[in-house]
């Protein structure tokens, strides 16, 4: 497709549950980003990937949250051992080179529930 | 600290009216400042991009401006529309970090009929 992709888009856990958030970025984009974006708020960073590196992962609130994105296209956001604090939509958004010159284009999102 | 803040928080206004969003920052070193466009339910549209030399960009009906001495820009809408209802987020870049971009909490645009 032409666009950033997401899957699921919507998501319901019960606490304690595993997740994983897939993303599909525009094809041949480098730079892949993840966004955790609370009711009313905006989009808060949690990772960045150049390729399959991971060069920044500041804004994983714990370890519970992993992410890769080993062939560097697809990548997976997984949550362990959800909590009711981590109900959120988690955007992803792909770029043609790093954020600060080039512009992001963002998926749907996915909301999650955890109850 | 880098800060993006945004007022109103929240605006409704009728439609074929014109409306301003503020946006002031305290980023640095700052790159660029976006403002982006968040329908219910979906990803961010950028909407306009403005670097440090820059001081007005228009996209159709939306104007930005950036004073980037006082730190500030803002976003005009012309003859507002039913379909600009949405959130419109300000963001802001820093110069030399692929990553570090800071988002603002958005301004919730009602227009009403």
């Known amino acids: 497709g032409a666009g950033v992709s997401q899957s699921p888009r919507y998501k319901v856990a019960k606490r304690g549950q595993d997740v994983a958030l897939r993303c599909d970025p525009i094809s041949g984009h480098v730079s892949l980003f993840w966004y955790q974006q609370a009711l009313g708020q905006g989009p808060e960073f949690l990772t960045y990937f150049q390729n399959e590196a991971q060069l920044d992962k500041s804004g994983l609130p714990s370890d519970r949250f992993f992410a890769e994105r080993p062939e560097g296209s697809v990548s997976t956001l997984k949550i362990q051992r959800t909590q009711q604090e981590d109900s959120a939509v988690y955007l992803c958004?792909?770029?043609?080179?790093?954020?600060?010159?080039?512009?992001?284009?963002f998926g749907p999102g996915t909301r999650l529930t955890v109850l | 600290k880098n800060q993006v803040e945004q007022s109103p928080q929240s605006l409704i206004i009728l439609e074929g009216k014109n409306c301003t969003l503020q946006?002031?920052?305290?980023?640095?070193?700052?790159?660029?400042l976006r403002w982006y466009k968040q329908d219910t339910g979906r990803g961010p549209v950028s909407l306009t991009i403005?670097?440090?030399?820059?001081n007005t960009k228009s996209n159709g009906r939306y104007t930005a401006t950036l004073d980037a001495d006082t730190k500030q820009s803002s976003l005009h809408i012309t003859a507002s529309q039913l379909s600009d209802s949405a959130s419109y987020i300000c963001v802001v870049s820093v110069r030399s970090s692929a990553s570090k971009i800071i988002f603002g909490s958005g301004t919730r645009l009602s227009i009403r009929p």
């Open positions: 958004a792909s770029s043609s080179g790093g954020a600060h010159y080039n512009e992001q284009f």
């Open positions: 946006c002031n920052y305290t980023v640095s070193p700052f790159s660029n």
């Open positions: 403005m670097t440090f030399s820059e």
